[in-house]
Nanobody, 126 residues
């Protein structure tokens, strides 16, 4: 069974850091592109980062570029999302997914996968 489980969220003060994890089971995550998304209450889901399964290239949207880092945990079937200099506007539920169930990040902003985890809540206080 294909499954993605997000963890690592929590409550942090503005300027603080968190590391999210995306653990996969049922398939080799290293062969797939993995993207992180977030959704704040009353807002649409927002794509924020992707790491390619083809060549490891990373992509970030302007909202998080320079503050967040996506990486793979070698041999653990897990992708990490290191978030630093957190701001109150980063408050959201964070999800990971394989955007198109392939190795590529192209079009990760509009994912077509049907496999989504429960997400992990990140709350940044002022």
């Amino acid at each position: 069974q294909v499954q993605l489980v997000e963890s690592g969220g929590g409550l942090v003060q503005s300027g603080g850091s968190l590391r999210l994890s995306c653990a996969a089971s049922g398939f080799p995550l290293d062969s797939y592109s993995v993207a992180w998304y977030r959704q704040a209450p009353g807002k649409e889901r927002e794509a924020i980062s992707c790491i390619s399964g083809e060549n490891g290239q990373t992509h970030y949207t302007e909202a998080v570029k320079g503050r967040f880092t996506i990486s793979r945990a070698a041999g653990r079937n897990t992708v990490y999302f290191q978030m630093t200099n957190l701001r109150p506007e980063d408050t959201a539920r964070y999800y990971c997914a394989t955007p198109h169930d392939d190795a590529y990040c192209e079009g990760f902003e509009s994912p077509t996968t049907s496999d989504w985890g429960q997400g992990t809540q990140v709350t940044v206080s002022r």
